[in-house]
């Protein structure tokens, strides 16, 4: 009923003239073709195709396809004008309409509903009678062991809207990451938190290796420049970035073999 509403006052605005609804069409058609395959892109480039192997596809020629794809949208929206002076005024209305509707029902709020606390990391780390305490960072797509010990936690922040990674043990705790707030301010609140709450204890801070993706990897460049702050702020914690070795399962050698 919604979609015959709406498309009842489009043919109403434009007088049911099928030129410029055919041109409104065509807009929208390569419109979503771009936005589906510039996504595609972005995917591709941060996550690899780890989850997409059976539909495999070259880069440069999915980044040609694109180019294609917008350039002919740019040379139809310039030669129709006037489909696309509608098409503009019905996206626009449409993309403000749902902006208003996902500040209040958006996937992601239930997501970050079932994020955990900082209070709770620490008062995990408070049950331990350890004089030491190990706090993690573990990035969210890297399948990192999870030692249960009361003297380490594991921290994970992630995007609410790729969903909240599962719950590896007791001591992992996940934090929601908006872009409101960068990660390493969300990170120097945490650890000003467990210096406040758990002063006479001696902390440990590693962050691992980042392995998700290459961009990732050229990305540690600008992530360093960040993290060599902390000793300044934390001079009395102890701060390491390491890559520990993972021990290769049974199963993983038989197939070897």
């Given amino acids: 009923m919604l979609n015959t509403c709406f498309f009842s006052v489009v043919i109403l605005i434009t007088q049911g003239s099928q030129k410029i609804l055919a041109d409104m069409c065509a807009l929208g058609l390569l419109a979503s073709f771009c936005i589906n395959m510039g996504s595609l892109i972005i995917y591709r480039y941060f996550m690899g195709t780890k989850e997409v192997m059976p539909y495999h596809t070259g880069r440069l020629g999915t980044l040609a396809l694109w180019i294609i794809l917008v350039s002919c949208f740019l040379f139809l929206a310039l ?85 909240i990674p599962p719950k590896m043990a007791r001591n992992h705790f996940r934090f929601p990451h ?62 390491t970035i390491s890559y520990e070795k993972q021990v290769p399962r049974a199963g993983a050698k038989a197939l070897d073999r």
Avoid: C
Avoid at 185 to 207: C, D, P, Y
Avoid at 220 to 235: A, D, H
């Fill in 178 to 239: 908006r872009r409101a707030v960068s990660l390493y301010k969300r990170i120097v609140a945490l650890l000003n938190v467990v210096q406040h709450e758990l002063s006479g204890r001696e902390v440990h801070v590693r962050f691992g290796w980042p392995m998700s993706s290459w961009l990732d990897r050229l990305a540690i460049g600008v992530m360093m420049f960040k993290l060599i702050r902390l000793p300044r702020l934390f001079p009395n914690f102890a701060f």
């Fill in 79 to 163: 030669d129709k004008p006037y489909g696309t002076m509608p098409w503009a005024l019905v996206t626009s209305f449409v993309l403000a309409s749902g902006l208003l509707i996902a500040r209040k029902r958006a996937p992601e709020i239930e997501e970050i509903g079932q994020a955990d606390s900082e209070m709770e990391l620490v008062l995990y780390l408070a049950e331990s009678r350890m004089p030491d305490i190990h706090i993690i960072f573990q990035r969210p797509r890297e399948d990192a062991a999870v030692a249960t010990k009361e003297n380490k936690v594991y921290v994970t922040y992630y995007s609410p809207r790729a969903g």
